[in-house]
Nanobody
Framework: QVQLVESGGGLVQPGGSLRLSCVAS????????MGWYRQAPGKQRELVER???????NYADSVKGRFTISRDNAKNTVYLQMDNLKPEETAVYYC???????????WGQGTQVTVSS
């Protein structure tokens, strides 16, 4: 099982920015799809954005033009730059490690993002 450690969450005002980071253990990072999901209270977990090993990105329509996922394979790290944050984006943000050769995913412990004035 891969260990995922997220950081970068916190309290930010509407319109502000945060950068989340997720560091993965192991040696297969460059071969997997990495993603960020979020779950607000009382709601289902949803995809925010993900990036394949080849650099292809998929994102939720609601974050288009405001959020950007990136990865640094040398550091086993995936980032989520979040700009122009909205109060409704308050949620726990989770890092996801998806192996293309296995149905099993790994998840981080989550980092809280609160958007409030």
């Amino acid at each position: 099982q891969v260990q995922l450690v997220e950081s970068g969450g916190g309290l930010v005002q509407p319109g502000g920015s945060l950068r989340l980071s997720c560091v993965a253990s192991g040696s297969m990072f460059s071969f997997v799809t990495m993603g960020w999901y979020r779950q607000a209270p009382g709601k289902q977990r949803e995809l925010v954005e993900r990036i394949t090993s080849g650099g292809t990105r998929n994102y939720a329509d609601s974050v288009k033009g405001r959020f950007t996922i990136s990865r640094d394979n040398a550091k086993n790290t995936v980032y989520l730059q979040m700009d122009n944050l909205k109060p409704e984006e308050t949620a726990v943000y989770y890092c996801n490690y998806k192996r293309t050769w296995s149905p099993n995913d790994d998840w981080g412990q989550g980092t809280q993002v609160t958007v409030s004035s």
